[in-house]
């Protein structure tokens, strides 16, 4: 969805290096979400958010960090890369009633650590 | 605790046929319920959910599914497959019970529809 943008949409790092994956959206939704997706395990939440001084953890959020700049933005970094965080993230953001909400997907970074 | 199970990897049709893409849950309350479809080097795209009401819900693509409480099933189906129906479909499954964010997604379906 052109709404939602992902930067990079690739990435290459090495074990050990921080590095950021960016999030921007369109859309004017308050919610925003940090998903990684694996081979056979679908989709998990790592971190989401419901406005600007709202972050919460998700599943999955040991070794990552998040920071939301404005209801607009929303980034997600790995403090010290490793490569079992290998994967395709994608960030959402969503809109309705509460639960039964409608996601927005970005259009994924596809991340390897070597 | 919640969780979303679609038991087939892949699902082969014939364009022109129907095309079931199945999806069972286990939640604790009474669940909503979603079908994602993701298409190669995109992010998911919404198709259908259902919240409450009618348990046959209409969705994009001319995709629609079926709440079906006592099998805990919620497939996909589509009563004439396009080879452009070809993508990887996801479940998803959230308890508004449980009092927490929590949405839980299947491992995805990769349905191939062969001209």
């Known amino acids: 969805d052109a709404d939602v943008t992902q930067t990079p949409r690739n990435r290459i790092t090495k074990t050990g290096k921080r590095i950021m994956l960016e999030c921007s959206q369109t859309?004017?939704?308050?919610?925003m979400y940090w998903y990684r997706q694996d081979p056979g395990l679908g989709l998990r939440l790592i971190y989401y958010?419901?406005?600007?001084?709202?972050?919460n953890k998700g599943e999955i959020s040991d070794g990552y960090s998040v920071s939301r700049q404005a209801q607009a933005k929303f980034s997600l970094s790995l403090e010290s890369a490793i490569p079992n965080q290998t994967a395709l993230y994608f960030c959402?953001?969503?809109?309705?009633?509460?639960?039964?909400?409608?996601?927005?997907f970005g259009p994924g970074t596809r991340l390897l650590v070597l | 605790a919640q969780s979303v199970a679609q038991p087939e990897d892949q699902v082969n049709v014939a364009e022109g046929n129907p095309l079931t893409v199945k999806c069972t849950y286990s939640?604790?309350?009474?669940?909503?319920l979603f079908w994602y479809v993701q298409y190669p080097n995109r992010g998911l795209q919404f198709l259908l959910k259902?919240?409450?009401?009618?348990?046959l819900v209409k969705g994009s693509y001319g995709f629609e599914a079926e709440f079906n409480k006592s099998q805990t099933s919620f497939h996909l189906k589509k009563p004439s497959a396009l080879v452009s129906d070809s993508a990887l479909y996801f479940c998803?499954?959230?308890?508004?019970?449980?009092?927490?964010?929590?949405?839980?997604f299947g491992t995805g379906t990769r349905l191939k529809v062969l001209a």
């Open positions: 959402a953001t969503s809109e309705g009633v509460w639960g039964g909400e409608t996601q927005y």
């Open positions: 859309k004017g939704h308050d919610r």
């Open positions: 958010s419901f406005d600007v001084k709202d972050i």
């Open positions: 939640v604790s309350g009474n669940p909503y």
């Open positions: 259902y919240i409450t009401g009618d348990n």
């Open positions: 998803a499954v959230r308890d508004p019970a449980s009092g927490t964010y929590k949405y839980i």
